[in-house]
């Protein structure tokens, strides 16, 4: 055997340090290197969600569990027992038994709408004139009645209408509803002082918050939002949160004040290793943020030791639900609920807590403290992420504002693929503006047709590599791309600056793509679009894997069912076209009544069933699937452009004809008679000699004419001949037709 061994083996040297995952803690206010408590899982629970905070942090949990590869477990709540809901809830159901009874506009309807707005603007504002109607311009430069102006707008101008709806004798019930459901903001606060109390069956509360629960997973679907791995409901955890209260109290951060339980903040922050507002410790003392927190119910309780003191359990009144509890008849504080659901699921530490920036303070601030004297622990959150408001044309979105956008309202203008990508391109802690964005798909399009062409038609080697300087640019731009996205992704998942990579890098390959089916490099092709799927999929954009037989952008479900129903249309317009073409054979046609055959082929039969063929260089097509309706539109589009420019041109030709025609009717006078009947000022014949050819050398008084003038007249005499020619040809050319 021989004493040869394998020479030293050196390692390799790595000369580019990898970014880690940085995220924005709320916590610190600072990027910081994320470490979860436990290997690869995330403990992670949302709170709070509307559709438009859920959105983002949906894209957050899929850039975590797809990209970074954390086995994440999601806990959201469903908030169905709040001040919010039980106003809302019991203003609903008064509303609607007093718009029933109601079979007439009245005068006694209108001063009823009347009062309702002079109780809601003195809420409000605290300011009305003589009693009968709101004063407006006293309170436009309030900031307040800037926050209701729209609602105090929309009710006078209901009003006004129903006044002239009466003086017109329409006192139908139709005028009358109109008036209702015009004012019905402020009618049914009006309503639910009046009569709030007498709202006692708790179905009212819950068919309300289940109605908006069943409405936000819609929403959900609808923008291809991954469900939570575990939802809970605050109304079934009420024997949890009594028993959290309790064990707050006998900790020493809670006592009992008239039926209600309200924490002690004080007592909280001065334990060692407690602080209160964590979040927003500016904000500890905000009268007016403590008093929202508490809720248009809460802050009328009584028996809090300090102002910053907040409730974990609300004495019901009238026409509020409740539960037992060792306090007496009430309800969950807002702030408890989350405390206790989330421990209750994840313990006493989690890695990941979110929600909506506006409850930072004092809704998660006071998370924080009820959660940690409960555990007596220092941290119950290691990171906390909060998400940016929606902001539409500069404005914060708000019902009061007029300016809410529904998922619905919005997809009857976007796509959800566009609203997913409006996500995308705006960072997820900042304020996002609703805006339209443009993201080029035609790159999938071709991509995919190109590849499927090559995978139909597996043509050999040509003797030509196809790797040169335009396949290495393009492979070392996808590298770079592939850096500096993971470098986006790990910078607190920027995700804009990740979007405009991959878009520049779509960009380029879309250049790459137009040099021409033969100059394409297939793997190189597809090794930019796999990654490109990829990303765009962990985004939620689409959830196919690449290059699946049904393509980009297509829903699987698709692809499930009738093999029947799917194939037969095609293969009807393939069976169609044959047909044809067999009988224009048979007639022995012309080659142009094929390539007519050929044009409705393309531009009506396979539009109708989303196939594009894309004419190319070589005279051979690429074969696209895309949408339907797109293709339909871009025919439609064409043929009104074909129809304008048709116009155009008979227009021109019109114009051409009528042009010629002028011509002709002028050529009918020989050059040598144009100036012999020409009359003077005085009547009489302007000239009395002519050269050989007709044109004119002296006037009618015998006088010499100007050289001048018989040179304009020798012009004039040759343009005269050139017509004449041209009409002696159009009678020659009608008597051969004749």
């Known amino acids: 055997m021989s004493n040869k061994s394998q020479p030293e083996w050196h390692v390799p040297e790595n000369n580019e340090s990898s970014p880690t995952l940085k995220l924005y803690n709320s916590l610190t206010r600072s990027k910081i290197n994320f470490v979860p408590k436990k290997g690869k899982q995330i403990t992670w629970y949302n709170c709070g969600p509307t559709v438009y905070d859920y959105a983002h942090i949906d894209i957050i949990r899929r850039v975590l569990s797809d990209y970074f590869n954390y086995d994440v477990l999601f ?266 659901m989330a421990s209750e699921i994840l313990g ?165 793509l137009s040099s021409g089916r033969n100059n394409i490099n297939a793997n190189v092709l597809e090794n930019i679009a796999k990654y490109v799927t990829r990303i765009l999929k962990i985004f939620g954009v689409t959830e196919n894997p690449a290059f699946e037989e049904i393509g980009f952008g297509i829903s699987q479900q698709q692809n499930i069912g009738n093999m029947e129903d799917i194939v037969l249309p095609y293969l009807r317009v393939l069976s169609g076209f044959r047909d044809n073409v067999r009988n224009l054979a048979r007639q022995q046609k012309s080659h142009s009544e094929f390539l007519a055959l050929s044009d409705k082929l393309r531009d009506i039969d396979l539009v109708e069933l989303g196939v594009s063929l894309d004419d190319q260089e070589d005279g051979k097509a690429l074969v696209k699937l895309v949408d339907k309706n797109e293709l339909i539109k871009a025919r439609e589009d064409k043929l009104k452009v074909q129809a304008e420019k048709a116009a155009k041109k008979e227009a021109a030709a019109k114009a051409k004809e009528e042009e010629r025609q002028k011509r002709l009717e002028k050529g009918k006078l020989a050059a040598e008679d144009m100036f012999k009947d020409v009359k003077g000022e005085d009547g009489e014949n302007a000239y009395s000699a002519f050269d050989e050819q007709g044109i004119p050398t002296l006037d009618g008084q015998g006088q010499e004419l100007p050289k001048n003038r018989i040179k304009k007249f020798k012009k004039e005499w040759e343009a005269q001949k050139k017509l004449h020619t041209e009409y002696l040809a159009w009678v020659q050319e009608q008597g051969d037709i004749n």
């Not at 009645?145 to 009466?166: G, H, I, Q």
């Not at 708790?202 to 409405?215: C, G, H, S, T």
């Not at 405009?500 to 960009?507: G, T, V």
């Open 348 to 512: 006493e530490n989690m890695d990941i807590h979110s929600g909506g920036i506006d409850l930072a303070f004092p809704h998660h601030d006071n998370e924080l403290a009820q959660s940690e004297a409960y555990h007596e622990c220092q941290q119950w959150v290691n990171y906390f992420l909060h998400v940016g408001h929606l902001h539409v044309e500069g404005q914060k979105m708000s019902k009061s504002l007029k300016n809410f956008i529904t998922i619905q309202q919005a997809l009857k203008k976007y796509t959800p693929r566009q609203l997913r990508l409006c996500f995308l391109l705006q960072q997820w802690d900042s304020k996002l503006d609703f805006k339209e964005n443009i993201f080029d798909e035609n790159f999938f399009v071709n991509t995919k047709a190109f590849l499927n062409e090559r995978k139909h038609n597996a043509y050999g080697s040509d003797g030509t590599h196809r790797y040169r300087s335009s396949e290495r640019e393009i492979i070392n731009l996808l590298r770079e791309k592939q850096t500096t996205i993971h470098e986006a992704l790990c910078d607190s998942i920027n995700t804009p600056s990740a979007m405009s990579e991959l878009m520049e890098l779509i960009n380029r390959t879309n250049i790459y």
């Open 75 to 340: 806990v959201m709540n469903i908030t169905d027992i709040d001040d919010k809901i039980i106003l809302r809830a019991r203003q609903n159901y008064l509303f609607n038994n007093f718009k029933s009874t109601i079979n007439s506009l009245t005068k006694e309807l209108i001063d009823q709408v009347k009062t309702a707005l002079n109780d809601f603007a003195r809420s409000k504002l605290g300011v009305v004139n003589d009693g009968s109607m709101l004063n407006l311009a006293s309170s436009k430069d309030d900031p307040r009645y800037l926050l209701y102006a729209n609602t105090f707008r929309e009710t006078l101008e209901t009003v006004v209408s129903a006044e002239c709806s009466l003086e017109d004798n329409d006192a139908s019930q139709e005028a009358a509803h109109q008036l209702l459901d015009g004012s019905k903001d402020v009618v049914s606060s009006w309503l639910d002082k009046e009569k709030g109390t007498t709202v006692t069956d708790q179905k009212v509360f819950r068919d309300l918050a289940a109605y908006w629960e069943q409405d936000f997973m819609k929403d959900m679907e609808l923008l291809n939002v991954r469900p939570c791995d575990i939802l809970t409901r605050v109304s079934e955890y009420i024997p949890e949160i009594v028993a959290y209260v309790q064990k707050i109290i006998e900790n020493g951060y809670g006592y009992v004040a008239d039926g209600s339980v309200y924490f002690d903040t004080k007592e909280f922050d001065a334990k060692k290793d407690h602080h209160y507002a964590k979040l927003q410790p500016w904000s500890a003392g905000n009268e007016g943020l403590i008093e929202e927190g508490e809720g248009s119910l809460g802050s009328k309780l009584l028996g809090k030791k300090n102002k910053c003191d907040f409730a974990l359990w609300k004495k019901s009144k009238p026409g509020e639900p409740s539960w037992e509890s060792p306090w007496g008849p009430g309800r969950p504080g807002w702030h408890i609920e989350c405390s206790v």
